[in-house]
């Protein structure tokens, strides 16, 4: 497979209108000449973002290296800055590595977040509508926390400002803090088990699962301590009915 190169026609048309849209409607909206740092990366490129009309309808971010206009990274991104898929990464010499970024996922995958997305209203999934706005950017984030196996889905300032609901802004040093008309929707997926949590809900359970309980040598959270005690009280309540009824018959 021929390695691909920088496309210095492509760019040319996106100075004049600050994108450019290809013939299958993908659509380029940023090339920029930077120099980029990181652990693979240590050179002058152009870094190259792509909206790719296909679902899950995602961006691909290409880097290619300014000095032979050889790609050196492709990585597709999903709700903004959400990695998945194949990445595939080449060195100076154009050795070519592949990292699955899907592996990092729990049971609950990016389709699984799609279809939630869709449900909500959010985009279509057939036309791909609700993607993003006439400036490009997208309407919604997606996110996920490897260690926690949790992903977070934002509506950027979607639901009107309510003080009662999000509280009254206060003063730091004197300075009162403007909260915006509209503030962010979250919601919160347990990457194992699919469990849609609010923000506050979520605040709410990571609250309870600090508090650990131990008891002959095991550790509960205190969701898992209520449960124990609950099943200690039922078999104690058991264990008292079946005593009353044999005394009642037997005395």
């Not at 592949?98 to 049971?107: N, R, S, Y």
């Not at 194992?192 to 040598?217: A, L, W």
């Amino acid at each position: 497979m021929e390695r691909e190169k920088f496309d210095f026609k492509i760019y040319a048309e996106y100075e004049k209108l600050g994108y450019y849209v290809r013939d299958n409607g993908n659509i380029i909206t940023g090339i920029e000449k930077v120099y980029y740092i990181s652990e693979l990366i240590d050179e002058e490129v152009y870094i190259q973002d792509e909206l790719v009309h296909e679902y899950p309808y995602y961006r691909i971010t290409k880097i290619f290296s300014v000095d032979d206009g050889y790609i050196r990274m492709d990585t597709k991104y999903a709700g903004g800055y959400l990695k998945f898929g194949k990445q595939f990464i080449y060195d100076k010499d154009g050795k070519l590595t592949i990292v699955d970024q899907d592996k990092k996922f729990g049971k609950i995958k990016l389709d699984y977040i799609m279809s939630f997305l869709q449900d909500k209203g959010i985009i279509n999934l057939k036309t791909g509508a609700g993607w993003y706005n006439k400036d490009f950017d997208l309407n919604y984030a997606i996110d996920f926390f490897e260690e926690e196996k949790i992903w977070e889905i934002v509506l950027a300032e979607t639901e009107p400002y309510d003080p009662k609901k999000h509280g009254v802004p206060q003063e730091i040093k004197g300075v009162a803090i403007c909260l915006k008309d509209y503030v962010n929707i979250v919601w919160y997926i347990d990457g194992e088990t699919g469990q849609v949590y609010t923000e506050e809900e979520f605040k709410n359970r990571n609250k309870s699962q600090k508090i650990t309980h131990t008891f002959q040598g095991k550790t509960y959270t205190e969701e898992e301590w209520k449960a124990f005690e609950q099943e200690q009280w039922e078999k104690y309540q058991a264990k008292r009915d079946k005593k009353h009824l044999w005394e009642r018959l037997f005395g």
